[in-house]
């Protein structure tokens, strides 16, 4: 079986709890990462310079929230090393046990011509064992990998009508390919919602980024109320065997 090229971006701030999980397990099956880091205050950037498959970083300051002005940064650090295809992650995000060879068969063999790929995102709940599973969170699929050679010159991400450019998507919108995507077999394991402190946070300052949103409801679906959590409240189930990573949170 073929190697691809696969180099992996990362936009990240203070997520030295996770950072380096992430980075192990990317590093299986990337050849490279970058990293985009906006202004972490704890050991985050260390633990990224100790990594020996990222091979650019760039660091800024006391900039405003910008998710599409920070991607398009990314971008031009990953197209300067010319590879096969880019994985966009966040530094919450950990790919699932033994990725390595059942992405590859899809790349290589199953779907050798298709442009974008999309992962189903497990949102890791109170235990390293059990996902959250309902309303918004039990069908929450991204695109995150884009074969490269299928794409123009004039790749680059969007503004989106959100304060802060936010929720600007893990590849770029004029990507070719957009509605031609297929899903992955490989699951992300997400930590961002972990614990209660993390879901208080992450609920804090989307309302303070976009106060008022309709659409999203507030944002309530974080801390397990409103429309977009499920009829019966949260729903927690089990991980598959082979999904409980070895390592411990």
């Not at 990224?48 to 990222?54: L, Q």
């Not at 940064?73 to 010319?82: E, G, W």
Request: hydrophobic fraction near 35%.
């Amino acid at each position: 079986m073929s190697h691809p090229f696969i180099l992996a971006m990362y936009r990240i701030k203070n997520v030295e709890r996770w950072i380096e999980k992430s980075l192990n397990e990317t590093s299986k099956i990337c050849d490279e990462i970058i990293i985009l880091d906006d202004g972490s205050t704890d050991n985050t950037l260390q633990i990224c310079k100790n990594c020996k498959n990222i091979v650019d970083i760039h660091r800024q300051e006391n900039l405003p929230f910008d998710e599409t002005r920070d991607k398009n940064t990314m971008l031009k650090m990953a197209l300067k090393r010319n590879p096969e295809f880019i994985l966009t992650l966040d530094g919450d995000e950990i790919l699932q046990p033994n990725a390595k060879n059942m992405l590859f068969d899809e790349l290589d063999v199953l779907y050798p011509e298709t442009p974008m790929y999309e992962f189903q995102a497990l949102n890791i709940y109170d235990t390293f064992f059990q996902y959250r599973y309902d309303g918004t969170y039990a069908q929450q699929w991204a695109k995150k990998l884009l074969r490269m050679s299928k794409q123009k010159s004039t790749l680059h991400f969007d503004i989106t009508s959100e304060p802060g450019n936010a929720h600007c998507p893990a590849i770029p919108q004029n990507s070719i390919g957009w509605t031609n995507s297929v899903r992955s077999n490989v699951k992300i394991l997400h930590y961002g919602y972990y614990d209660k402190n993390l879901r208080q946070e992450k609920y804090d300052f989307m309302n303070k980024l976009d106060p008022g949103n309709v659409e999203f409801d507030g944002y309530n679906h974080i801390l397990g109320i409103g429309k977009h959590t499920g009829k019966s409240g949260i729903e927690l189930r089990t991980l598959p065997s082979e999904l409980i990573p070895e390592y411990e949170i």
